[in-house]
């Protein structure tokens, strides 16, 4: 037996709920690979799961959250793991099509997981977690573009969310000037320690475009927002920059024209997550074990256990939560 947080649907109203259960591991979904979890945590994804409608991402019930999981295998059909090996799951829908972390053990396909790199243990890895997986594939496509410090501030949206809190860590670890943008005015001194070297109002952004281009401010750019926010900052692109587009909290539409594209030599690369080649997520993963400073890791991370997740997940739909949470599923 084991704990889950399990959410059920009520058939008359169509609500979903969510409840800490004890499950039997033939109750898991198919897999060649059982792994008993320590950690997760709670993403944007996550809250939308957890929401009353299951945020048009939960299909079947009952059913487990949790995107993302860091552990040890139990057991495995696959001769790429064996019991005892540190592993950990970012993508493929777990969480959403597939259970997830919320739970004590899972059971996946072996071509999900990655082994965990030197360096990192379960915990920092959900610290960095699906958020921070992501955060270094858009600063790794970036710099696969030609980006290297010195040419100038590399903007991040949405700076004090989970993905921009670990992409300023990585930049300013990198030697990248981080030009962060935020609403909230007193996350200044968290994204400063993060590594920020200038602190964007977001209100400055936000106005919708208004001339196709402005002043070359910004060498390069990791945009976790989307919207009119990434329609504002692609006319401020210096010429042949890129921008990493990597979330659509401010929407999937993008009122913008071609002509950043045209005249600057812009280059709008979009990073997924979700389904990434073995090789670019383990690539993604030993870079993270290198050039992620693990004391600012810290200075992100709030704790969780299973039961503050129903309220966690609503408050990360409401932009109230900074950093990362990471959730012991044993706590």
Same mark, same amino acid.
Request: hydrophobic letters at 45%; aromatic letters at 6%.
């Given at each position: 037996?084991?704990?889950? *947080? ?14 800490? =259960?004890? *499950? ?39 059913? &487990? ?8 295998? =139990? ?28 739970? #004590? ?37 970036? =710099?696969?573009?030609? *980006? ?49 070297? #200038? ?7 936000? =106005? ?18 989307? +919207? ?22 401010? +929407? ?5 024209? &071609?002509?950043? $594209? ?15 080649? $073995? ?6 993963? #030993?870079?993270? !074990? ?11 991370? #709030? ?14 739909? !409401?932009?109230? &939560? ?10």
């Amino acid at each position: 037996m084991f704990k889950a *947080l399990v959410m059920t649907k009520d058939a008359d109203s169509g609500k979903a709920s969510a409840a800490i =259960e004890e *499950l039997n591991e033939d109750q898991l979904p198919d897999g060649e690979v059982t792994v008993a979890v320590d950690y997760s945590t709670v993403n944007y994804k996550d809250g939308l799961c957890l929401s009353a409608k299951g945020g048009g991402l939960v299909r079947n019930y009952p059913h &487990v959250p949790g995107i993302d999981f860091a552990g040890t295998v =139990e057991a495995s059909s696959d001769d790429r793991y064996k019991s005892g090996d540190k592993v950990v799951l970012t993508g493929w829908r777990v969480g959403e099509a597939h259970w997830g972390g919320y739970a #004590q053990k899972a059971r996946v396909k072996a071509d999900w997981l990655v082994p965990l790199p030197d360096g990192l243990d379960a915990r920092e890895a959900m610290a960095v977690g699906t958020a921070g997986f992501t955060a270094m594939l858009a600063v790794m496509a970036l =710099e696969d573009h030609g *980006l290297k410090p010195g040419q100038g501030p590399v903007l991040v949206t949405g700076a004090a969310g989970g993905v921009g809190s670990v992409a300023t860590a990585i930049l300013g670890h990198l030697g990248y000037e981080v030009a962060a943008v935020t609403g909230r005015p007193e996350t200044s001194d968290y994204l400063k320690s993060l590594g920020a070297t #200038q602190i964007v109002p977001r209100n400055e952004l936000n =106005e919708t475009v208004k001339r196709p281009l402005e002043s070359e401010n910004w060498a390069g750019c990791v945009d976790a927002v989307g +919207g009119d926010m990434l329609a504002r900052v692609l006319g401020q692109m210096k010429y042949g920059a890129s921008v990493a587009a990597v979330g659509l909290a401010g +929407g999937a539409a993008l009122p913008a024209t &071609v002509i950043p $594209f045209l005249l600057r030599g812009v280059n709008l690369l979009g990073i997924n997550s979700v389904m990434q080649p $073995f090789e670019n997520r383990q690539r993604a993963w #030993q870079r993270i !074990a290198t050039d992620l400073p693990m004391d600012k890791l810290e200075a992100m991370v #709030q704790p969780a256990t299973l039961s503050d997740l129903p309220k966690l997940g609503a408050d990360i739909l !409401a932009g109230q &939560v900074k950093g990362r949470v990471v959730v012991d599923v044993n706590g």
